[in-house]
């Protein structure tokens, strides 16, 4: 389920990319381009720092002896209950957040075909499960490698043919563009309720990034696949510029998208399907086929990533430590290849669910990854920086935290980059609190 632990530096890193970049990146972020600027730059600029901060914090911890899923560490540090609450926190929140990537994965196919939705989501989910369960992370690794080579190849394919299409071409564009404010990068308002803005990108982009890189099954499966803790630590690294210079390369098409559109009379009621429409719509045969090719790769990257995730941490965090703990090799196989279909099943009726949220399927994605990861990191860090908070106080914290992000989220009204700090600092100050009151833990004593 790692890989064998041989994974070199360059795949880890192409894996890494592919796996965060969905269509969730393909078709979204153009939209918010092309709906307002390219003010979502900020928000990687804090992605690299919080890389940084997992190099040296976190990854060592991973490498420091046999843990196979980011919960073991909680549950060598805790005990059994924190490690399998925050494992099913991972559980549901990879599970609500990849269904919607499914769904907006499934609007092309939908274009294309014209049949309902809810048919082009079960097919798309159902390609994927097949190709998870017959592979493992060695074969989604390299599948991730071979569809971050086609997804990127196919922006930069639809972007040239974008440009072709408008007066002017790259000049045109630039000129009408900067005079309407669709250039501009970075704002430095202090605005609490604005998500895109250069602090809630520095410091939530970065607490954002420590909890979904650090503790996030689905990345330190990658990291515990690498030859060593160097390759992975150069893999998380530079994939941090890489990802950078992608998300650039997403916004300006969303910025050739206005351009294309502003004089056409064409309406969009979400800016999710503004890219879409133009592939579909817009492009030539052959490089249809080559651009879809790289919509339908970039969904397939991370779903396949996610449903191999899910299915190993539900595995070796509940299955086999309480029903099967003495399973022979072979059944452990076949016990995770069966969650691939439970967890691809669960996540296609999210998919047909998440068809009429009223909000861009990009803020919705990370809204539900900040929500959660940010509880978890707050937990590892009592976990790391101190020894006096035990079990009971850690299980305090994390319900602190949830409470406290709940209110800031639907009755403060909160950004959403901002989640992550709010769940991490509150879950590290109430767990922090509560151990003052608790007898301190014996080193090493923990609660299963």
Request: some cysteine; proline content about 4%.
């Amino acid at each position: 389920m790692l890989g064998d632990r041989a994974l070199p530096a360059w795949l880890v890193l192409a894996s890494i990319v592919a796996t965060e970049t969905s269509t969730v990146t393909f078709l979204s972020i153009p939209g918010a381009a092309w709906a307002g600027n390219c003010t979502w730059l900020q928000l990687p600029v804090g992605y690299a720092v919080g890389r940084v901060v997992v190099i040296l914090v976190l990854m060592p911890r991973y490498f420091r002896g046999e843990v196979v899923t980011a919960y073991q560490v909680l549950h060598e540090r805790f005990g059994g209950a924190t490690k399998l609450v925050a494992s099913l926190l991972f559980l549901v929140t990879r599970t609500l957040a990849d269904g919607l990537r499914l769904f907006l994965s499934a609007i092309v196919l939908q274009e294309i075909a014209q049949i309902p939705m809810a048919w082009a989501i079960v097919a798309l989910g159902v390609i994927t499960i097949v190709y998870t369960w017959v592979g493992g992370l060695t074969a989604v690794v390299w599948t991730d490698f071979v569809q971050f080579v086609v997804y990127l190849g196919g922006a930069v394919l639809a972007l040239w043919i974008l440009l072709g299409r408008i007066d002017g071409g790259l000049a045109g564009l630039l000129d009408a563009a900067g005079p309407a404010g669709k250039l501009v990068a970075f704002d430095f308002g202090f605005d609490l309720d604005k998500p895109y803005q250069f602090w809630s990108g520095l410091i939530g982009g970065a607490v954002l990034s420590v909890a979904t890189h650090g503790v996030d099954q689905i990345m330190v499966q990658r990291y515990l696949g690498a030859k060593n803790r160097a390759h992975a630590s150069w893999a998380l690294g530079l994939s941090g510029i890489v990802v950078f210079a992608q998300f650039a390369l997403f916004l300006f098409i969303g910025v050739a998208l206005w351009k294309f559109y502003e004089h056409s009379g064409r309406t969009f009621t979400k800016g999710d399907r503004v890219f879409a429409s133009f592939i579909v719509e817009e492009l030539p045969t052959p490089a249809l086929g080559i651009v879809l090719g790289a919509v339908f790769s970039a969904a397939m990257s991370t779903l396949s990533s996610s449903l191999n995730s899910l299915s190993t941490a539900f595995a070796n965090d509940f299955w086999f430590p309480r029903v099967r703990p003495q399973a022979a090799p072979r059944e452990r196989l076949r016990t995770v290849r069966s969650l691939v279909i439970v967890f691809g099943a669960l996540q296609i009726g999210v998919g047909i669910a998440g068809q009429d949220l009223p909000s861009s399927v990009v803020d919705s994605v990370l809204s539900i990854a900040g929500f959660t990861t940010g509880i978890v990191l707050g937990v590892f860090l009592l976990g790391t920086a101190t020894t006096r908070v035990g079990q009971t106080a850690a299980l305090c914290g994390l319900l602190c935290g949830a409470i406290v992000v709940s209110y800031v989220a639907f009755a403060a009204k909160l950004a959403w980059p901002w989640y992550a700090l709010v769940g991490s600092s509150t879950t590290f100050a109430a767990g922090l609190l509560v151990s003052y009151v608790l007898p301190v833990p014996r080193a090493g004593a923990h609660v299963a």
